[in-house]
């Protein structure tokens, strides 16, 4: 079976939909209604617009990535339909067991838009793949990234997305230890183990100016040398340098504007973050002359300093109020996905370089 990004991506978008469809987890119980009983209920007078496009867009990606995943390492099988038969049945599930959560109400009209979804998704990589768009990106991506670099691409083309969800500081991906500790409190709450957690004798303190600006610039870096790491040549590190820094800049704009409003979507870009992304510009520009395992080692130790100096340090109290204004919107938040990328998207990619960097695999990049 032939490698492909596809795969994990298709894996990783399947748990985000099980994770939106069941959430929020709670009272779990038989309700005494049949399984089957809303598949044969007759259809709802009134759906809105907006319900039609969420339930067809929701799943039309992961019908993209799986057919495209199949039509790559799995020619002989009927991509379209196979991959109508797996959406519609994970849709299915989902409905069914949405008939133990109260909070939630299976629909036969979703079950229907989210097959709906599956086969455009699905339709649109078999066009792609009819009129040889998929065998230029093949060419293009044998051309641009080593052969086993499908894990550095998962985590590049998630990257972005993790950035909508409010960060303490631009580009601060992945602090969690203060909510991680209060849900852990929050959880044990009148049980014996509560005693056992650690106190700290020093309140967290808010981040320094100066550590702000290095975790500004690491965290704008980190994918840099993330794509120095797999990509052939120097022109096209260069490209990766430019496509990497626009995406930083413009999907954290739309994460402000998406919190604050239209007219606020540039608001973090402030002199220190300027000057942060400034160093991390200067900084990237002679990794690209880099091996890959140097740059492996160096973005392993930035991440490793930037969570260290972020879990370090307090979120003041107005961007606790603006993630809880955030957490909020169902919509924005997609149930909280885009929260969970946005904190686990750094130790994702800590698990990625560690395990890099233990292979005894000697290769070189071509600079």
Same mark, same amino acid.
């Given at each position: 079976m032939k490698k492909t990004a596809a795969w994990p991506l298709a894996a990783i978008y399947a748990v985000l939909i099980i994770y939106a469809s069941l959430y929020p987890f709670q009272n779990w119980r038989s309700q005494g209604v049949d399984w089957t009983a809303f598949v044969w209920a007759p259809w709802p007078r009134y759906w809105t617009g907006f319900d039609i496009l969420s339930n067809v867009l929701g799943y039309a990606p992961l019908g993209f990535i799986v057919a495209l995943a199949l039509q790559r390492s799995a020619r002989h099988l009927p991509a379209v339909g196979l991959t109508l038969a797996l959406g519609?049945? $994970?849709?299915?599930?989902?409905?069914?067991?949405? &008939?133990? /959560? =109260? %909070?939630?109400?299976p629909?036969?009209?979703?079950?229907?838009?989210?097959?709906?979804?599956?086969? %455009?998704?699905?339709?649109?990589?078999?066009?792609? *793949?009819?009129?040889?768009?998929?065998?230029?990106?093949?060419?293009?991506?044998?051309?641009?990234?080593?052969?086993?670099? +499908?894990?550095?691409?998962?985590?590049? %083309?998630?990257?972005?997305?993790?950035?909508?969800?409010?960060?303490?500081?631009?580009?601060?991906l992945g602090q969690v230890l203060e909510r991680a500790e209060?849900? $852990? %409190? &929050?959880? /044990?709450? *009148?049980?014996?183990?509560?005693?056992?957690?650690?106190?700290? *004798? !020093?309140?967290? #303190?808010?981040?320094?100016?100066?550590?702000?600006?290095?975790?500004?610039?690491?965290? #704008?870096l980190l994918p840099c040398l993330l794509a120095f790491s797999l990509i052939r040549h120097l022109h096209q590190k260069a490209v990766a340098w430019f496509v990497l820094t626009g995406c930083g800049l413009l999907f954290t704009a739309l994460s402000a504007a998406l919190t604050y409003g239209p007219s606020h979507a540039w608001g973090?870009?402030?002199? =220190? @973050?300027?000057?942060? $992304? !400034? &160093?991390?510009? @200067?900084?990237?520009?002679?990794?690209?002359?880099? +091996?890959?395992?140097?740059? +492996? !080692?160096?973005?392993? @130790?930035g991440l490793v300093l930037q969570l260290t100096l972020l879990n370090n340090a307090s979120a003041n109290?107005?961007?606790?109020?603006?993630?809880?204004?955030?957490?909020?919107? #169902?919509?924005?938040?997609?149930?909280? /996905?885009?929260?969970? /990328?946005?904190?686990?998207?750094?130790?994702?990619?800590? !698990?990625?370089?560690?395990?890099?960097?233990?292979?005894?695999?000697?290769?070189k990049m071509q600079a």
């Amino acid at each position: 079976m032939k490698k492909t990004a596809a795969w994990p991506l298709a894996a990783i978008y399947a748990v985000l939909i099980i994770y939106a469809s069941l959430y929020p987890f709670q009272n779990w119980r038989s309700q005494g209604v049949d399984w089957t009983a809303f598949v044969w209920a007759p259809w709802p007078r009134y759906w809105t617009g907006f319900d039609i496009l969420s339930n067809v867009l929701g799943y039309a990606p992961l019908g993209f990535i799986v057919a495209l995943a199949l039509q790559r390492s799995a020619r002989h099988l009927p991509a379209v339909g196979l991959t109508l038969a797996l959406g519609s049945a $994970l849709s299915l599930g989902m409905e069914s067991l949405q &008939l133990f /959560l =109260p %909070a939630r109400v299976p629909s036969n009209v979703d079950w229907g838009l989210n097959s709906a979804g599956t086969l %455009a998704g699905a339709g649109a990589a078999w066009t792609l *793949e009819r009129f040889g768009f998929l065998d230029r990106w093949s060419r293009f991506r044998a051309n641009w990234f080593a052969p086993d670099a +499908q894990g550095s691409l998962v985590l590049l %083309a998630l990257w972005p997305i993790a950035l909508l969800f409010p960060a303490p500081i631009p580009m601060g991906l992945g602090q969690v230890l203060e909510r991680a500790e209060d849900a $852990l %409190a &929050l959880l /044990l709450q *009148e049980t014996p183990w509560l005693d056992w957690l650690p106190v700290r *004798e !020093v309140e967290l #303190q808010p981040l320094l100016p100066a550590y702000e600006i290095v975790c500004v610039s690491l965290g #704008q870096l980190l994918p840099c040398l993330l794509a120095f790491s797999l990509i052939r040549h120097l022109h096209q590190k260069a490209v990766a340098w430019f496509v990497l820094t626009g995406c930083g800049l413009l999907f954290t704009a739309l994460s402000a504007a998406l919190t604050y409003g239209p007219s606020h979507a540039w608001g973090w870009l402030n002199e =220190p @973050v300027q000057l942060a $992304l !400034v &160093l991390a510009a @200067v900084a990237a520009w002679p990794m690209m002359w880099r +091996q890959e395992k140097t740059l +492996q !080692v160096l973005a392993l @130790v930035g991440l490793v300093l930037q969570l260290t100096l972020l879990n370090n340090a307090s979120a003041n109290a107005y961007f606790s109020l603006t993630l809880q204004n955030w957490e909020q919107g #169902q919509f924005i938040r997609f149930h909280g /996905l885009i929260q969970w /990328l946005g904190w686990l998207w750094p130790f994702a990619l800590l !698990v990625y370089l560690m395990r890099c960097l233990s292979a005894a695999r000697p290769t070189k990049m071509q600079a």
